[in-house]
C-alpha cells in the first residue's frame, strides 16, 4: 500500500532493544520441549503454540500498515495470532491441539514477518522517512517492546505450571542471595504521592498511567519487607484457609468451590511443604516471599488485623520522602540494575527478602521493585483524564470492570523498562499464578 512519508526522528537504540526482547521470547520458547508446544498449562489461557505466532503478529498488526506501509502476505493468520480461538459463551478455551497449524508453518510465519518487519524498519532508520500516522513511530515501537516484555513474564507464570519433565532446564543458575532479617514495621508520615504520568512528558507509558495527579495520604505504618513463606505457613498452621470470618463473601465461595487450601506454588508431600520453583522442588524456602492470590493475600492481612496497602499508600512509601520531593524510584535516580533488585529476567525463582539493602525507600521499605509483584487494595480503574490508545482501546478500558485489583513493583521476570514509578499492573483477585506477593499496612 502506498503510505505518504514524513521524517521522524526515532532513536536507533529501539531496534537494538526490540532485537534483544526477541532473543528474550525465543529463549523462553526453546525451554519447551517440542512435544508440549501445543500443551496448555494454565487452564484459562491458550496453548503454547499461539504465544509463538502471537507476538510476531502483534508486531505485523501494530506496524506494517501503520507506519511501515507493508501489505499482509498471510491474513489469516494474522487474524488467528491476534485473538486466537475464542472460548464460546465466555466459558474455558475447548480447543484441539489439532485446530491449530503445525509448529512448522507456525514458525515459517514468524520467520517471515520478523523479515518483512525488520527490512521495512532498518530502511526507515537508516533514511528517517517514516509512514504517515497519527501516531509516532516511537510511541508505537514501545508498544511492541513493552508487549514482548510482558508476554515474556505472563509465559513465565504459564511455562511455571508446565510439568518439569515437560521443559528444558538452562545451563547457568545465578548464585544464591543470602539475607536474614526480621520482619518490622515502618512510619511513612502524612503526605503526598503522585501517581501516574505527565501527558506531555516525554516519557513513554500505557494509556491507564496517563494523568499524572496527586493523592494526600495520612500517616501510616507498612511492612518493611515482603510478606514470607514461613509468616504464611503460620497463618495456614493456624487454620486461617479454614476461618471464614477472615474472607469475603466473594472470596470464600472461591475457596469453597475451589477446595483452595494452600499457596498455588506450595506442595505437601508427607508432612513437608515444597515450593514448585520453575525447574525443580525444593523444601520450602521460609525466607522468600509468598506468591498467593489477592483473595489469600487479603484474609491474611485480616488474620494479622491489617490490610493491604491502596496503591496511594504503596507510592507512598515507595517513593515519598520526609520534604516534598518525592524519589523516582525508591532508591533515588539510579537506573534499575541487579544491586537494588530481583528483576530484569536475572532469576527465575524468588531470593530472600531484604536480600538487597540499597533497595531501601526513604521511609526504610526494602524489595519494593522485583522478587513478586504487591497487591493492593485499589481496584483497577482509569485515573482522571484517562484516554485509551486509539490502535490499542482494549489494553486497559476492558479490564475497568471492578474485578481486578491494582498490583504494583515487578517480579523476578519484569523487565527493567517497566520499573518506573507510574507502571501499573493488574489481576482477578483469584488467579492463583502469577508471581505476586504482598506487605500489609496499618494506622
Not at 521495512?120 to 514501545?142: C, H, I, K, M, V
Not at 504521592?193 to 516519557?203: E, F, I, N, V, Y
Not at 463473601?249 to 508431600?269: I, L, M
Request: charged content about 25%.
Amino acid at each position: 500500500m502506498a503510505v505518504a512519508q514524513r521524517e521522524v526522528e526515532v532513536p536507533p537504540e529501539l531496534l537494538d532493544r526490540l532485537a534483544d526482547a526477541r532473543t528474550n521470547s525465543d529463549e523462553l520458547f526453546a525451554l519447551v520441549k517440542p512435544e508440549a508446544l501445543y500443551d496448555r498449562p494454565i487452564p484459562e489461557r491458550h496453548r503454547i503454540v499461539f504465544y509463538i505466532g502471537h507476538l510476531e503478529a502483534f508486531d505485523w498488526n501494530l506496524l506494517s500498515g501503520r507506519t511501515l506501509g507493508l501489505s499482509a502476505f498471510q491474513p489469516d493468520l494474522d487474524r488467528l495470532f491476534a485473538f486466537g480461538i475464542d472460548p464460546v459463551g465466555g466459558g474455558l478455551p475447548t480447543d484441539r491441539a489439532e485446530d491449530w497449524p503445525n509448529i512448522t508453518a507456525v514458525r515459517e510465519y514468524v520467520a517471515r514477518t520478523r523479515q518483512a518487519l525488520d527490512e521495512a524498519l532498518e530502511s526507515r532508520f537508516s533514511t528517517g522517512q517514516w509512514g504517515q500516522t497519527d501516531f509516532s513511530p516511537n510511541l508505537l515501537l514501545e508498544v511492541a517492546l513493552e508487549h514482548r516484555l510482558m508476554h515474556a513474564e505472563t509465559l513465565a507464570y504459564m511455562l511455571h505450571q508446565l510439568p518439569l519433565d515437560r521443559k528444558v532446564p538452562p545451563g547457568m543458575k545465578p548464585e544464591p542471595v543470602i539475607a536474614s532479617v526480621t520482619p518490622e514495621m515502618v512510619r511513612v508520615p502524612e503526605g503526598f504521592a503522585t501517581l501516574g504520568l505527565q501527558r506531555d512528558g516525554g516519557t513513554f507509558g500505557w494509556d491507564n498511567e496517563f494523568e499524572e495527579h496527586r493523592v494526600h495520604e495520612p500517616a501510616f505504618w507498612i511492612d518493611r519487607y515482603k510478606v514470607t513463606n514461613g509468616q504464611f505457613l503460620e497463618f495456614l498452621a493456624a487454620g486461617g484457609y479454614e476461618k471464614q470470618e477472615l474472607w469475603s463473601e466473594r472470596d470464600w465461595n472461591w475457596r469453597s468451590a475451589r477446595n483452595v487450601e494452600q499457596p498455588g506454588f506450595w506442595v505437601r508431600r508427607g508432612g513437608d511443604w515444597f515450593l514448585r520453583g520453575m525447574f525443580d522442588e525444593a523444601p520450602l524456602p521460609l525466607d522468600w516471599p509468598v506468591y498467593v492470590s489477592h483473595a489469600e493475600a487479603s484474609a491474611y492481612a485480616r488474620w494479622v488485623g491489617k490490610s493491604l496497602p491502596t496503591e496511594s499508600q504503596w507510592h507512598r512509601a515507595a517513593f515519598g520522602s520526609p520534604g516534598r520531593e518525592e524519589r523516582m524510584l525508591p532508591w533515588g535516580t539510579k537506573s534499575p540494575d541487579s544491586r537494588y533488585g530481583n528483576f530484569n529476567f536475572q532469576r527465575w525463582d524468588p531470593t530472600p527478602v531484604g536480600a538487597f539493602p540499597e533497595s531501601e525507600s526513604a521511609f526504610g521499605a526494602m524489595d519494593l521493585f522485583g522478587n513478586g509483584w504487591e497487591w493492593t487494595s485499589t481496584l483497577f480503574s482509569p485515573f482522571p483524564g484517562f484516554a485509551p490508545f486509539p490502535f490499542y482501546l482494549g489494553y486497559s478500558a476492558d479490564f475497568f470492570d471492578q474485578k481486578h485489583f491494582v498490583m504494583k513493583g515487578g517480579s523476578a521476570r519484569t523487565a527493567a523498562c517497566m520499573m518506573r514509578r507510574s507502571f501499573r499492573n493488574w489481576f482477578q483477585p483469584h488467579y492463583p499464578y502469577v508471581y505476586a506477593g504482598f506487605r500489609c499496612v496499618s494506622h
